[in-house]
């Protein structure tokens, strides 16, 4: 086909006037093969007295579109075929750009809507490109050389052309989202990560949102975005299967619940890293953890330490720091301090 579209090409002159309808007709259906009275359908209702097929393929292959995107584009919306050049595709490829859409990102987007390059762009995208200018999406972004990163990849993952007004439902997920709290950096971010949030369907949403606060998360907890982002990800059946990996483990149902709601990305984890992650934490239960955290209530008691830090990040040190910052601390305790570290605590439990 792509021999048979060359030839198309070079039998016209660039400089010539719009071809006649017996020309486009018979490339629809000989060169691109729609059957012949789609063809007639397409340029019945598509054309128009500047219809020039020829200019649009040259103006497209001079932004290095290759022959086999252009057809496939062509396939999916005959418009473009027959749009102005300098009216409708130039604003829009310049706009793209403009974003920082170049090249083969650029060819990419416009393959997986090319209804972007012709009627739904001005009712579509470039209104929901301006909602999410405003949400500030690569505020916090350090590459200098394009300081679009974020709001292109949004862009990328939201497939506009399906919704009737996106404009309306994505003003409308995010005026709802900020008013349960989640607004500026936060809102961002959780963008950025799940775009589905913005076209999502009102009631969809509200019913995700609800869902999260059933779990235990309040509306003024700095994890609710964290949970509402987890859970998007997830359907019921990975869900559930995850209590059930927990509960295989002897941790109860609300166990669970209290770890989801203080560190919802666990849940993002894979089932495989989560059953290594618990396996490798009970082993090193009786071994690290019990001891650890016995030392820092003694260090407590005693008032050797005046505030109790981050367990987890105690939890976390090499032997030698832990020993060096903890144990030998306090000279007048260090022998009893490491007693009950070797001894997991068992010899001054009853203290």
């Not at 309306?168 to 709290?181: A, F, I």
């Not at 700095?222 to 002897?250: D, N, P, Q, W």
């Not at 984890?269 to 009970?282: A, D, N, T």
Request: glycine residues 4%.
């Amino acid at each position: 086909m792509t021999t048979i579209f060359h030839r198309y090409l070079h039998t016209i002159p660039p400089s010539s006037p719009s071809p006649s309808k017996s020309t486009i007709i018979t490339y629809l259906a000989q060169t691109l093969g729609f059957p012949k009275s789609r063809a007639i359908w397409f340029f019945n209702r598509l054309s128009s007295p500047q219809t020039n097929p020829q200019a649009v393929i040259a103006f497209l292959q001079s932004h290095n579109f290759n022959l086999t995107d252009i057809q496939s584009w062509v396939f999916k919306s005959p418009h473009i075929l027959f749009s102005d050049v300098n009216k409708t595709l130039k604003p829009r490829i310049d706009f793209f750009q403009d974003l920082g859409l170049k090249d083969q990102d650029l060819c990419k987007f416009i393959s997986k809507n090319p209804v972007y390059l012709t009627h739904r762009f001005d009712e579509r995208v470039k209104p929901c490109v301006d909602v999410l200018k405003r949400l500030n999406l690569d505020n916090n972004n350090n590459n200098n050389n394009n300081n679009n990163v974020n709001l292109i990849r949004t862009l990328r993952r939201c497939n506009w052309a399906d919704i009737k007004d996106p404009v309306t439902r994505v003003s409308n997920n995010v005026e709802y989202l900020e008013k349960c709290g989640i607004v500026g950096a936060q809102l961002a971010t959780v963008i950025t990560r799940q775009p589905r949030l913005l076209i999502m369907g009102e009631s969809e949403l509200k019913v995700l949102v609800s869902k999260v606060l059933d779990f235990g998360f309040s509306m003024d907890s700095r994890m609710l975005v964290h949970a509402i982002y987890t859970v998007s990800c997830l359907s019921e059946e990975t869900f559930e299967r995850k209590v059930e990996l927990f509960r295989s483990y002897g941790f109860t149902k609300g166990e669970f619940m209290s770890m989801f709601v203080k560190a919802p990305p666990l849940l993002r984890v894979s089932e495989s890293k989560l059953r290594s992650g618990i396996e490798f934490f009970l082993m090193s239960l009786e071994e690290r953890v019990i001891p650890r955290f016995r030392v820092l209530d003694i260090m407590m008691e005693k008032r050797i330490l005046k505030r109790r830090p981050k367990f987890l990040n105690v939890l976390s040190m090499p032997e030698g720091k832990f020993l060096e910052k903890f144990i030998y601390k306090d000279g007048d305790y260090a022998d009893e301090l490491l007693l009950a570290y070797k001894s997991g605590g068992s010899l001054l439990q009853n203290e």
